[in-house]
């Protein structure tokens, strides 16, 4: 069985950090998309980062660059993503997910993907 298990959510205060870890068993991910995605409460899920499938190129949404980093470890079969400088609009429900096939123009969607984290949430205080 393909799973993907999430850790890492927690509380912070505004200009915080935390790194959310995405392990997957039942399937190397190497050559895979992973990607991160949030969910506000009565919004749909927002696409946070990726990493395409069998290099290291990376895409970001435009309200994360330059704070939030996506990143793998091949060896422990986990794919990470870095926060910092977190404000309480980033206060969200956090999901990685795997993509089986080369999604390229489509890793900002979340029907593209094939397998979900169970997504901890991530609060930050003001």
């Known amino acids: 069985q393909v799973q993907l298990v999430e850790s890492g959510g927690d509380l912070v205060q505004a200009g915080g950090s935390l790194r959310l870890s995405c392990a997957a068993s039942?399937?190397?991910?190497?050559?895979?998309?992973m990607g991160w995605f949030r969910q506000y409460p009565g919004k749909e899920r927002e696409f946070v980062a990726s990493?395409?499938?069998?290099?290291?190129?990376?895409r970001d949404a435009d309200s994360v660059k330059g704070r939030f980093t996506i990143s793998k470890d091949s060896a422990k079969n986990t794919v990470y993503l870095q926060m910092s400088s977190l404000q309480p609009e980033d206060t969200g429900v956090y999901f990685c997910?795997?993509?089986?096939?080369?999604?390229?123009?489509?890793?900002?969607?979340?029907?593209?993907?094939?397998?979900w984290g169970q997504g901890p949430q991530v609060t930050v205080s003001s």
């Open positions: 997910a795997a993509a089986l096939r080369a999604i390229m123009s489509s890793q900002n969607r979340a029907d593209a993907y094939d397998y």
């Open positions: 039942g399937r190397t991910i190497s050559r895979d998309t």
């Open positions: 990493l395409f499938r069998g290099g290291q190129t990376t």
